[in-house]
């Protein structure tokens, strides 16, 4: 290909997201929560692209390598020329693979965070000169506006990284729903899901030996501090991460180390001795489970790719 793609923003044309409102709301709860996707400003990307580096954190790994080793079968399931949706694509790593395999009409990177937009997108116009780009800034979790795009084949949406585990099972089906309607009929989704398996593999992958995902997980309440004018006492928190079985989901927490306070704006909150903030969930499918879900929304589970050690998922679906 010779002509030159073209690069555009867009804003995702929903109401924006009112921080202050959500953590008050979380905080409030008897059982205090945070939304996870507040983890991701300028420095909670950053820390994310380095977490993907880890020993210890092996889902980036192994979903590279099934997608290097299965991507003739991917690219064929996905067809050629197609219109290539990513939801949460913060660097782009391992889109890379597919762009070049599948030469779509269009990608259309959709992130929370607009640094890590920007910056892959440069990045993107200078590797792959004559990709058009349309990038998206907003929430995947809500309905979305998507730039229309003349003469693109079928809608693809790519949603690697198993971030797809980070919703509960209920709003992992609406927003498969959702998704459905987005790629419409015949439209298909190429989905990362991690895997259920020995929960000490699942452990370390989420509590490694440099502190990173302590960090990223603490990285909320400075953020909180930072831009709402909050006062938490950071080091008076730790990052807490373990596998629960029943739920089949890796839980992360900020764990109070005593009995404070802390204030945001002009509310109030109380911590009592070893209470905790749960700031996110790593759900985890065996393949029959999310094939099973996705059934559920109206997708037909098309076919599976899996990496030599089986320690990740790739599920190609399409809609019914
Ligand atoms: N969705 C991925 C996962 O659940 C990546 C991720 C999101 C993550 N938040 C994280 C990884 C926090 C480590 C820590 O594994």
């Known amino acids: 290909m010779t002509s030159k793609g073209q690069v555009s923003f867009h804003g995702s ?34 820390l994310f692209e380095e977490i993907c580096t880890l020993p210890e954190y092996y889902p980036t790994r192994a979903e590279i390598a099934l997608t290097r080793q299965h991507i003739a079968e991917i690219a064929r399931f996905a067809g050629e020329g197609s219109e290539l949706i990513e939801y949460g694509s913060g660097a782009s790593t391992k889109t890379r693979i597919l762009l070049e395999a599948l030469e779509p009409a269009v990608y259309v990177p959709v992130d929370i965070s607009e640094s890590a937009l920007r910056g892959a997108a440069a990045l993107l116009e200078t590797e792959f000169p004559w990709l058009n780009v349309r990038a998206v800034v907003g929430d995947f979790g809500r309905p979305l506006a998507i730039p229309a795009f003349a003469g693109a084949g079928r809608k693809v949406v790519y949603f690697p990284g198993s971030t797809i585990g980070n919703l509960t099972r209920e709003e992992s089906l609406a927003f498969l729903h959702m998704t459905r309607g987005q790629v419409g009929p015949g439209g298909a989704m190429l989905v990362g899901v991690d895997v259920k398996k020995d929960p000490n593999l699942l452990h370390a992958a989420y509590n490694d030996s440099q502190g990173v995902t302590a960090k990223f997980n603490l990285n909320l309440l400075s953020r909180i501090n930072a831009e709402l ?92």
Not at 16 to 43: I, Q, W
């Open 229 to 320: 004018g909050g006062d938490f006492e950071v080091g008076k928190f730790v990052h807490y991460a373990f596998y629960n079985a029943p739920m089949g989901r890796i839980e992360m927490h900020l764990a109070s180390l005593e009995r404070q306070t802390a204030n945001v704006g002009s509310y109030r909150f109380r911590f009592a001795p070893g209470e905790s903030i749960h700031t996110e969930n790593s759900c985890k499918y065996s393949v029959e489970e999310f094939q099973a879900l996705a059934a559920q929304a109206g997708f037909r589970g098309e076919k599976v790719w899996m990496d030599d050690a089986r320690l990740f998922s790739l599920h190609g679906l399409v809609a019914a």
């Open 13 to 46: 044309a929903v109401a924006p997201d009112n921080f202050l409102e959500d953590v008050v709301t979380g905080l409030s709860l008897a059982r205090k929560e945070l939304p996870p996707k507040y983890f991701y400003d300028a420095r909670g990307s950053a």
